[in-house]
């Protein structure tokens, strides 16, 4: 009797294989429903994340009774974000699931509040261009920050912490480029426009570092502010001292509110973030140049590595274009800029 011969088709070993992943899969899923440590790791990391969120959330809720402890937060509020990654790197260490998911809390809440910040909003077109510097007192060199500034193609040009002494250098720095200009205690504005009305403005201070005046646009006249609100220190034993900031921002605010002019920018170092709450007098009625039109945090001081954005460009009834930061001069502050339509 012939013998028949059975060629292989493999289709055997095709269904060991098969079987071998399967139960390769089955024994990962089993490992994961006995390892129940997954969801017990971790809960230090995980409560730290819930921590954050809150402190996130309820950031206005910080008393400023101690030490300033609110607006100190809300200073540099931003870089709580720091920490997710931070907590992320913890919780893949200790394989920890509970963790992985709580630290979602902090990353949603950091984009909600400030993820609209890193996208660039600048637009293409505007009017006039606005900038503002604290050119430090100290300033070493300061007919080649006058030559910077004036290269940068400002139109309005505002400057703070200056120097009586040293005034006539910025003068002759900017006078080529800017024909009219206004200096006010400590305090100056400079414009390739005509400008008028050009006065001291009271912020409380017992003397001038506020000013206002009108410039003359083609498009029409807009009233222009330049502040510099008094310092802040963060001291071990007082804390984020800032009460002669918070009464002169009230003032500047209260200044704001009487201004009849329709069209309005402020420009100044203001010692404090739009977050900052103790800054609203001045923050409620005005928008951020950089906040609405700009590309990142744009942040201003220190020069060196800059961590908050304290020199501020606002505007009312004027529409912001576009935002930036430019670059480095001889002082601890970065200048800032704006492209807005009147």
Known sequence: MARVDMTETGHDGAGDERRGSGSRFSSALAGLRHDRGIWRRGVLVAAAAVALTLLMVFHAEIPNRIGNLGSLTETFLPWLGLFVPLLLV???????????????????????????????????????TVATHNVNADNPDPEGTARQ????GADVLALEEL????????????????????????????SKLPLRD????????????????????????????????????????AGFTASQRDVSADALGEAIARDRHERLVLLGDLNGTMNDRALNAVTSQLRSTQGAAGDGFGFSWPASFPMARIDQIMVKNVEPMSSWALPETKSDHLPVAARVKL
Not at 210 to 226: C, D, I, L, N, S
């Open 198 to 237: 050009a006065r001291p403005v009271d912020i409380r201070m017992g003397w001038t570092r506020a000013m206002r005046a009108t410039v003359v646009a083609p498009q029409g006249e807009v009233a222009v502010y330049v502040a510099h609100l008094p310092s802040v220190r963060v001291k071990l034993n």
């Open 90 to 128: 913890l919780a893949l260490l200790r394989r920890s699931a509970t963790a992985l998911i709580a630290l979602l809390l902090p990353a949603v809440v950091w984009l909600n509040l400030f993820g609209g910040l890193v996208a660039d909003k600048s637009a293409a077109g505007g009017d006039l």
């Open 149 to 152: 500034l004036a290269a940068s």
């Open 163 to 190: 120097k009586g002494d040293v005034v006539p250098a910025y003068e002759r720095g900017l006078a080529e480029a800017y024909p009219h200009h206004s200096v006010q205690g400590t305090v100056g504005l400079w």
